[in-house]
């Protein structure tokens, strides 16, 4: 019996002692990994330049924290969940990887997650769109920082209701991004008190969009909602011009568009085109500053993703930095406290569900006449404050928030 | 108005019109292919890298030299063509008389080496090249508004779909190409210089593509993925036409176009998927395709 009593005080205090030692920097390293489409569809919008942006961040934190040494891995995931998964496996058994950021993919995200929780690390999610990653699957491992598919529809679907559009006809990419969207859609344009007249699921990826253009022609709808991405959409967008579809008087809204589709199609097809973005490089002082910074080492102007990705490495970067610790729920904590104040966001707040709830604006493409410079793309027109652009807790299915 | 099925029939003339434009690009691609595996035995899943450098270089032709869409309709089929020409020398040459799979891997390998340097210089998101002035805005024609452009897409697509036919089917040099792909020992035998009229046919096939590739390039976003995505359908149609056949290609390229558009319409789910289910049918009720030789 006394034997048994010391070898629970043994077992309690060897439990004390690596608590204890989990709230200093493990391996006198911070060790980050890159996880992001780097060769296809989404490349452009986080790939290689949003890995330049995790580098500015860590030099400008001067490459180590507290006299801790800041290491990045990095690694193409192929858009493959398997891919994404194993390598986040092996960066976390064998390198011992306290953080995975980029992170594009949803189906990428959500098997990384798993392996996140599992192991009690973080990620930092930028690149990722479903709104379901701080719903039915958030975790108290990871946070989605620059927008999602709830905020992007919602605040574009809004603003084109407010200035008149009622009769809707959405063209949606068929698979679970596209059918979220659309459900994300349908809402907000029933609840303000307009009516979907017409719907086209297309294929992912599909080839040619004239035949979807021209049945959202003929069903006389006011407004012509794009839920897809990447290249349907900006394919889509190409065809709607071909086919004359404003001068027939339709408006276009694309709901999850990126400066570099808008860059990729030119002004000469996008002109007028709504959409709704979590930060844009030409906003002020700030924002211009550190794009030029990007622009000199990439070559090309950042996307919010891209920007999101040095923004969430300050944040994480600057709580190991306060508590000394690389313990993911000691830094979550941290981070989950302090608010959001850089080039990114202002006054932003990490929720406890995940999500970092920060304002987005709402924009308009450019005219090639209005165009200054090459990447003078958007007039914002207003501003979406955070707690109107995300789905509000009281909704939540989140496991992490008691309703 | 009249009702077919359900759908106005403005409407689907409007979209059988469409279906007719995108049957168009399938027909010129898989005519190369045919011509390609007719006479050199070789699947050559190079084609779309080589359809996705046409619209390249009309694309950068234009931005580099100032080459105008006109020019590019012949510039770019001529350098695409040289290029297919040297892949075929010092390439497939080594591997001729090897099994199918070995041609497959190699022009297979070809085509991501080529699709991933392009990704590296240019990115995943594609331009687009603008729509030439004398093409721009389109015609009314009632029952839809037609593209200008498309119209010609498709006029451009057809001539040079016959006149290769005519080529091969009704000349002299096609009879030597004909006779080739029966038996090549005994064309070498009768003087014809068969490894010439290899690399120059697949250079022809390489230039049909690149001429598809210039064709799209106005109206498509001009990417590194881009002939990726289209090359297994066109794949697919090679194989419903019949492996080799000539006239096998363009009608069933034409005719798919409008089986695609047809199903757009009616259950756009399966846009995508419609053209192998043909594949599978074709294949279980005569396996050598609609138009091919059973042997």
């Not at chain 1, 406290?337 to 970092?356: H, L, Q, S, V, Y």
Request: proline fraction near 3%; aromatic fraction near 10%; charged fraction near 15%.
């Amino acid at each position: 019996m006394k034997g048994l009593r010391k070898a629970i005080a043994l077992v309690v205090a060897a439990g004390l002692l690596s608590s204890t030692a989990q709230a200093a920097i493990s391996d006198d390293e911070i060790r980050i990994g890159y996880l992001a489409d780097m060769s296809g569809t989404y490349r452009d919008l986080s790939g290689p330049g949003g890995l330049e942006s995790l580098k500015m961040a860590v030099e400008d934190f001067g490459g180590q924290v507290n006299g801790k040494k800041i290491v990045i891995f990095n690694a193409d995931d192929l858009n493959k969940p398997d891919v994404g998964a194993n390598t986040v496996r092996q960066w976390i058994d064998e390198k011992n990887v306290d953080v995975v950021t980029g992170l594009v993919a949803t189906s990428v995200v959500m098997a990384v997650n798993k392996i996140v929780e599992q192991e009690n690390k973080l990620a930092l999610i930028s690149g990722s769109a479903s709104s379901a990653l701080t719903n039915e699957f958030c975790s108290p491992n990871h946070i989605h920082w620059v927008y999602d598919t709830y905020a992007l529809s919602n605040g574009t679907a809004h603003a084109v209701l407010q200035e008149g559009g009622k009769d809707w006809f959405i063209l949606a990419a068929d698979y679970a991004f596209g059918h979220a969207l659309e459900a994300d859609i349908t809402k907000v344009i029933e609840a303000e008190g307009g009516k979907v007249v017409g719907k086209v699921r297309h294929p992912f990826p599909s080839n040619d969009f004239s035949s979807y253009i021209l049945q959202a022609q003929g069903s006389g709808a006011e407004v012509v909602a794009l839920a897809n991405a990447g290249a349907d959409l900006v394919n889509a967008l190409q065809t709607a011009s071909q086919f004359g579809l404003s001068q027939s008087g339709q408006k276009l809204a694309g709901m999850v568009v990126f400066l570099n589709d808008v860059h990729s199609m030119g002004l000469e097809v996008t002109q007028g085109l709504m959409l709704t973005t979590g930060w844009y490089w030409d906003m002020n002082d700030e924002t211009r500053e550190w794009a030029q910074r990007y622009h000199k080492r990439v070559g090309r102007m950042p996307t919010m993703a891209q920007a999101g990705v040095y923004s969430s490495t300050i944040h994480y970067l600057n709580a190991v930095k306060a508590t000394d610790s690389d313990d993911s729920q000691v830094v979550r904590s941290k981070m989950i406290e302090t608010p959001i104040n850089d080039m990114f966001a202002k006054n932003g707040k990490i929720r406890e569900d995940g999500r970092m709830v920060h304002d987005m604006y709402l924009a308009q493409v450019k005219t090639p006449a209005e165009s200054k410079s090459e990447w003078d793309l958007y007039n914002i027109l207003r501003t979406i404050p955070g707690e109107q652009a995300y789905r509000s807790l009281a909704d939540s299915q989140c496991k992490l928030i008691k309703n | 108005m009249t009702i077919l099925f359900g759908v106005p029939l403005s409407v689907l003339l409007g979209q059988l019109l469409l279906g007719l434009i995108n049957g168009a690009f399938y027909a010129l691609l898989s005519l190369g292919l045919a011509i390609i595996f007719g006479l050199l035995r070789i699947i050559n899943f190079a084609h779309g890298a080589l359809y996705m450098l046409g619209a390249f270089v009309t694309l950068l032709s234009l931005q580099y030299l100032g080459v105008n869409y006109w020019f590019a309709l012949f510039l770019a089929p001529l350098s695409v063509g040289l290029i297919g020409m040297l892949i075929e020398k010092y390439l497939l040459r080594r591997i001729t008389g090897e099994d199918h799979l070995y041609g497959l891997l190699l022009t297979f390998g070809l085509a991501l080496i080529i699709e991933g340097v392009f990704v590296k210089l240019f990115g995943v998101s594609g331009s687009s090249y603008p729509m030439p002035d004398a093409l721009k805005g389109g015609f009314n024609l009632g029952f839809m508004f037609l593209p200008k452009y498309r119209a010609w897409v498709i006029v451009a697509a057809l001539i040079v779909c016959f006149v290769t036919w005519y080529m091969i089917e009704r000349t002299r040099l096609g009879s030597y190409l004909r006779a080739g792909t029966e038996n090549p020992k005994l064309m070498q035998a009768f003087g014809i210089n068969v490894p010439l009229l290899i690399t120059l046919t697949y250079g022809y096939g390489a230039a049909l593509a690149a001429f598809a590739g210039v064709l799209a390039a106005p109206i498509y976003p001009v990417s590194p993925g881009m002939g990726a995505n289209l090359l297994i359908v066109v794949f697919a149609v090679v194989v419903i036409g019949g492996m080799g056949s000539i006239m096998g290609a363009i009608v069933t390229g034409l005719l798919m176009g409008l089986i695609e558009g047809l199903t757009k319409v009616f259950y756009p789910e399966a846009a995508n998927t419609v053209v192998f289910l043909v594949m599978v049918l074709v294949l279980l009720v005569r396996p050598a395709g609609l138009f091919g030789k059973e042997t």
